[in-house]
Every structure is written in structure tokens, then in C-alpha cells.
């Protein structure tokens, strides 16, 4: 029985990043798929953000704070999609989350990973 893990889902070419142009990652999707049980996710589109929507890169986070590049504080939604993405995690006995990196959201340093670490959840930027 393989063990279940977070998997962002805009790596199997759904068109949920911010710019909405899907960008899959079938070799991804095929190696952890063949070790572990993959749950996928989206904390920004869980939160309620639409796609496409304005950016908000990650060096526009200040601790639990983010804007977007037109400067409105987003960071209501990012703080809901991390609190989400953890119950999701919970309900599946997920204890490892293999998230995008450079995201907002699920970076090990953005909203999302740093609170699926913080709860002992292993985080490993793809």
C-alpha cells in the first residue's frame, strides 16, 4: 500500500497558476505517482482566487502578509488556502507534500509550506 503525499496540482497541466497557461510535468507525475498515493492540490484556487489573476511573487511576502502586483493585500486568501491545504493533508494522513517551488503558496518558504512543515508535514520543492 503506497503511502499518500501532496502533490500541487498545476503539475498535471490544469491551468490553475496565476497566468493560467497549464504547464504539465508528466515525468513528475509519473515517478512519485508510482511511489506514493498523490493528492492533488491548489491553494490558491481552494483560497478562492480566480485564474488568471495578478501575481504575487513570492518576494512580495512578508510573513503572513503578500501582495500582488497591482499592491492589494492578498494575504487573506493565501493564509486560507495553507489552512485548507493542511486539513486536506490531515484527512489523508499525508506526510510529505511535493509542492511547487518559487509559488506564494506552496514554496517550503511560501504560505502553505512553511505551515505544512510547521505541523510536521515534509515539504520538497518540485
Do not use: W
Not at 497541466?13 to 508510482?34: D, T
Not at 480566480?50 to 493564509?79: H, M
Not at 484527512?91 to 511547487?100: N, Y
Amino acid at each position: 500500500m503506497k503511502e499518500n503525499a501532496l502533490f500541487s496540482l498545476c503539475f498535471t497541466g490544469c491551468p490553475c497558476r496565476y497566468h493560467g497557461i497549464p504547464v504539465p510535468s508528466p515525468s513528475k507525475i509519473k515517478n512519485l505517482g508510482s511511489k506514493y498515493n498523490l493528492i492533488l492540490v491548489c491553494p490558491e484556487q481552494i483560497s478562492g482566487l480566480p485564474t488568471p489573476r495578478p501575481a504575487a511573487p513570492l518576494r512580495n511576502k512578508k510573513g503572513q502578509s503578500i501582495k500582488n502586483v497591482k499592491g492589494e493585500d492578498v494575504s487573506r486568501y493565501f493564509v486560507k488556502g495553507a489552512e485548507e491545504t493542511l486539513r486536506i493533508a490531515k484527512t489523508f494522513g499525508c506526510k510529505k507534500a511535493f509542492l511547487c517551488k518559487n509559488s506564494p503558496s506552496c514554496d517550503a518558504s511560501g504560505f502553505t509550506g512553511e505551515l505544512l512543515k510547521e505541523k510536521g508535514i515534509e515539504v520538497i520543492n518540485l
